[in-house]
């Protein structure tokens, strides 16, 4: 299985700031996604990090909000921009290497006052 | 769009026992993927079992084992010998190819008393 890593761990930021998450992969992977875990709920995917392409976002969710990079097969970063105290969450980084092979970072708790 | 049920919200069972959790999904598609994922009070999301839909035996892992019902669309954990580490959040997850992505469950926090 995949090793994942996320920074940081947790943080605690002020309304109208920004936090970048890092996600790091100790393999090539196809897929990578970016999911978010609001308190007491299940996960609700925010997008798919695309190799040298944009992010593919799903419903509700939009680039300016939330920017994705991915610079190669390895590595991700999602920024949560202007916080408010909605988007207090858990955001968790998930490879794919094949369909059968889904897992997922230790997660970066995020809260915002 | 596809969904998961998880129409348990809480269970526990004594440890040593046996336990079952329900997980139901809708699809049209006819090959997939189903997960199931602990969430304990760490947050990490740990890969419990998977099934894929083309395999008819039931997929099994140590005390974890699936009942896998293609047909009902139903994929239900059992835990047996249950331990006071099983205690935790559990997701049934389901993989839909034509949309590369998972779909999550409401969740099942199971608790495992002494």
């Known amino acids: 299985s995949a090793v994942i890593s996320q920074k940081p761990s947790r943080d605690i930021c002020q309304r109208g700031t920004s936090l970048t998450i890092q996600c790091q992969v100790d393999?090539?992977?196809?897929?990578m996604f970016w999911y978010r875990q609001q308190p007491g709920q299940s996960l609700t995917l925010i997008a798919t990090?695309?190799?040298?392409?944009?992010?593919?976002?799903e419903s509700g969710f939009v680039i300016d909000k939330f920017p994705i990079s991915r610079p190669n097969l390895t590595f991700s970063t999602l920024t949560v921009s202007n916080m408010s105290p909605e988007d207090s969450s858990i955001y968790l980084c998930?490879?794919?290497?094949?369909?059968?092979?889904?897992?997922f970072g230790p997660g970066t708790r995020l809260t915002v006052t | 769009a596809q969904t998961v049920t998880q129409s348990q919200p809480e269970m526990s069972v004594q440890e040593a026992e046996t336990v079952t959790l329900s997980c139901t999904y809708d699809?049209?598609?006819?090959?997939?993927?189903l997960f199931w994922y602990k969430q304990p009070p760490s947050r990490q999301m740990i890969l419990v079992i998977r099934?894929?839909?083309?395999?008819?035996q039931n997929a099994t892992e140590n005390r974890f084992s699936v009942n896998f019902q293609k047909a009902a669309k139903s994929f239900s954990l059992k835990i047996s010998d249950s331990q006071l580490g099983d205690t935790a959040m559990y997701f049934c997850?389901?993989?839909?190819?034509?949309?590369?992505?998972?779909?999550f469950g409401e969740g099942t926090q199971l608790t495992v008393n002494p």
């Open positions: 998930s490879v794919a290497g094949t369909p059968r092979e889904q897992y």
């Open positions: 393999s090539q992977v196809t897929m």
């Open positions: 990090a695309n190799q040298g392409s944009e992010a593919t976002y």
């Open positions: 699809t049209s598609e006819s090959n997939y993927y």
């Open positions: 099934q894929e839909a083309y395999k008819q």
């Open positions: 997850a389901f993989w839909e190819t034509s949309g590369s992505r998972l779909t």
